[in-house]
């Protein structure tokens, strides 16, 4: 089943496999059993990685029950080229929910100009659940392949009776397999990052979220609105719309994208789609369809389904100037009969490696952290028949999409309500929302620039998922700017992508 929150940002660089529990309490360590011990804690830093930092926090299990336990929370630090005269720390979060914020801190050279890495500690912490924070398991890699490879789109009633069959035993091996499962939320998290702002010596948490990171910012700003610093959303998520919303507006962000795809590709020798658009939706569908029935193959005889194909080219969306090559190229092979490209961007996009392992559990967390941010899930019932209004709003995607919030009905029961978010008031955020990004829709960016009061929005008209990095000097200046000298832009900005 796809799912276009997980992937927060396309990095151009191998990620690390770092090796968790290095740097871990040492046995006999005192157990912070109030709050107040939690934020008196002070990180105890170690060289890791030639030139970064590594340590851990401790958080509490239940901010409701103190005597629950505690979590560790990986943290990775670059520290700033500048000590004398830095401003402080910048803590980042790359999205998911899942994603690795070691890792993207661990690449932070690739991602911020001279001047932020001069003035900022560069700051990353992976997450309760994910990486190496006491890590939310549910699947071996044999189950994840499984996974990625079923079929995501029931077309009749013995389908949906297989698909509910195996979100049922998912949901049943992350319970079996990892203890506190109701507490890693992604508003659990936010109350986390405070306490990493204080261990930081920090008086205000100064915050980069992307895409999933943007949420983790928003609750964050709701709950401690006076230690807000300078703080940038970029790709954002709405606070205000519900699971199925979301859902909808995704796979009508995916179909939009792939539509600007599809009017450039005409433009390219290599392009295999009929004209006009029309013709060029069909052509998907037909060969999703096709491989529902005769799974493409990869160049291994690793069959190609049709989740597989699904996903490789929502993947190819994420990025314009080397998402859309890909796809062309896949296209071609897939029209001969060979999915060995797509199967590449699928495995891409999942992290897998050659030898069939995964390089993080991404999946899994995603998939637990979901269930327990976006609660009140529709029935199957319900679902079953939004699926119709999902594929004729969104033709391609939405068929896919209209069935990936059904297994969290399966999951633990939750005394506690998803945080409501009204408005929020604090010093100045910047927002940032790219027009055409298929996984986290231009709507919602306005949706969070209304929700946060004070908040500047840029609006990036061009293509991909995520705006910051990508080649406009408007809108990398803008923020830029503001993370160096805490103003933020005057007026709202536009800007366009470059030509």
């Known amino acids: 089943m796809i799912s276009p929150r997980k992937r927060g940002v396309a990095l151009a660089v191998v990620i690390v496999l770092l090796f968790m529990g290095t740097f871990s309490i040492q046995r006999g360590q005192h157990l912070p059993s109030t709050l107040a011990e939690y934020q008196s804690q002070k990180l105890n830093w170690s060289q890791c990685y030639d030139n970064f930092e590594c340590s851990y926090l401790q958080v509490p299990v239940d901010y409701s029950n103190f005597r629950e336990g505690r979590f560790r929370l990986h943290v990775l630090r670059l520290k700033a080229i500048d000590q004398k005269n830095k401003i402080g720390s910048l803590v980042i979060n790359p999205g998911g929910p899942g994603a690795s914020g070691v890792d993207y801190a661990y690449n932070a050279e690739y991602i911020f100009g001279p001047s932020l890495l001069e ?58 397999k990892t203890k ?109 369809k096709k491989a529902s029935i005769n799974p493409l193959l990869g160049t291994n005889g690793r069959p190609v389904t049709e989740s597989l194909v699904v996903l490789g080219t929502a993947y190819t969306l994420y990025d314009r100037s080397t998402g859309w090559p890909q796809l062309r190229g896949a296209l071609k092979e897939a029209f001969s009969g060979n999915g060995q490209e797509f199967l590449s961007l699928a495995d891409d ?5 050659g030898d069939g392992t995964y390089n ?53 029961k939750l005394s506690i309500a998803s945080p409501v978010i009204k408005k929020i008031s604090t010093s100045p955020i910047l927002i940032v929302g790219t027009t055409r990004d298929p996984a986290t829709p231009y709507k919602w960016a306005l949706d969070l620039h209304n929700t946060i009061l004070n908040s500047r929005l840029i609006s990036l008209n061009g293509d991909g998922h995520t705006g910051y990095g990508h080649g406009s000097s408007c809108v990398d200046s803008a923020v830029d700017h503001y993370l160096l000298t805490g103003t933020a832009p005057a007026l709202d900005l536009a800007c366009s992508s470059p030509s």
């Open 119 to 176: 003035k900022y500690d560069i700051v990353g912490f992976d997450p309760r659940g994910i990486g190496g924070s006491d890590p939310i398991r549910c699947l071996t890699d044999s189950q994840t392949d499984a996974s990625f490879a079923a079929d995501s789109k029931p077309d009749n009633q013995k389908e949906l009776n297989t698909l509910i069959s195996e979100m049922r035993q998912y949901v049943s091996r992350c319970e079996s």
């Open 180 to 288: 506190d499962i109701l507490h890693y939320s992604t508003a659990d998290s936010a109350r986390d990052m405070d306490l990493l702002r204080s261990a930081l010596g920090q008086k205000k948490l100064n915050y980069l979220g992307v895409s999933y990171g943007t949420y983790l910012g928003t609750l964050y700003a709701d709950y401690f609105p006076n230690k807000v610093g300078r703080m940038v959303l970029d790709g954002a998520i709405s606070p205000i719309v519900s699971s199925t919303e979301q859902n909808l507006m995704q796979a009508i962000g995916f179909d939009s994208a792939l539509n600007a795809f599809i009017a450039d590709c005409y433009k390219h020798l290599d392009c295999v789609l009929e004209q006009p658009v029309e013709k060029a939706q069909k052509q998907f569908i037909s060969l999703f």
């Open 349 to 353: 996009y999942a992290q897998r490696n």
């Open 360 to 412: 993080t559990n991404e999946t899994d967390a995603q998939f637990v952290i979901d269930c327990l941010d976006w609660k009140g899930p529709r029935t199957t019932a319900e679902i079953v028949d939004e699926a119709k209004v999902f594929a004729e709003k969104a033709p391609v995607f939405g068929p896919y999409l209209a069935y990936s919030g059904l297994s969290c009905q399966f999951f633990p």
